[in-house]
T-cell receptor
């Protein structure tokens, strides 16, 4: 049974810092991995999607990497801003299903 | 392109009452999902429809939860009777065939008292 874990559960950093969020999964037979952002009272916004054959994806100040064999992904946020404050969720999709299996998220606070 | 629409945004009910949530997916998306997100946890899939057929309902508590997707478009999720532990945000999402390009709605926050 696939399990997805995110560390840390919460993170508070001063504005301008570079930071890394971690995601690990127990079953490497994934189809893809996706990072989402969730703001309070809102739905989920997809940030980056990495196919199982890819090593990384970049969008603006965000970079996500995937090491399928070790069951790990990281989300790197450069030059953090207060507007980056949100909960970041990692989700994997298995080969055999459309279902997304989520971690519990990392709650990020960027202090001005 | 309009997003995934959900209603109501909030609902407070007493335990043992019934409640229903509505979702209108993105036009043309064949696959519709209902996820439950308990406070402090990631979303968990309750049920997946492809057109109007159920693909996966393995984590749906079928003794109290039901869902339908008539005509392969809108969907409703019902809870009857509600329990305290059903307090959560219920997220609807849709995707084209193939499962790429998930889009989530803003969710319905249910509080059972």
């Amino acid at each position: 049974k696939q399990e997805v874990t995110q560390i840390p559960a919460a993170l508070s950093v001063p504005e301008g810092e570079n930071l890394v969020l971690n995601c690990s999964f127990t079953d490497s037979a994934i189809y893809n991995l996706q990072w989402f952002r969730q703001d309070p009272g809102k739905g989920l916004t997809s940030l980056l999607l990495i196919q199982s054959s890819q090593r990384e994806q970049t969008s603006g100040r965000l970079n996500a990497s995937l090491d399928k064999s070790s069951g790990r992904s990281t989300l790197y946020i450069a030059a953090s801003q207060p507007g980056d404050s949100a909960t970041y969720l990692c989700a994997v999709r298995m080969d055999s299903s459309y279902k997304l299996i989520f971690g519990s998220g990392t709650r990020l606070l960027v202090r001005p | 392109e309009a997003g995934v629409a959900q209603s109501p945004r909030y609902k407070i009910i007493e335990k043992r009452q019934s409640v229903a949530f509505w979702c209108n997916p993105i036009s043309g998306h064949a696959t519709l999902y209902w996820y439950q997100q308990i406070l402090g946890q990631g979303p968990k899939l309750l049920i997946q429809f492809q057109n109007n057929g159920v693909v996966d309902d393995s984590q749906l508590p079928k003794d109290r939860f039901s869902a339908e997707r008539l005509k392969g478009v809108d969907s409703t999720l019902k809870i009857q009777p509600a329990k305290l532990e059903d307090s959560a945000v219920y997220l609807c999402a849709s995707s084209p065939l193939g499962g790429q390009g998930y889009t989530f709605g803003s969710g319905t926050r249910l509080t059972v008292v």
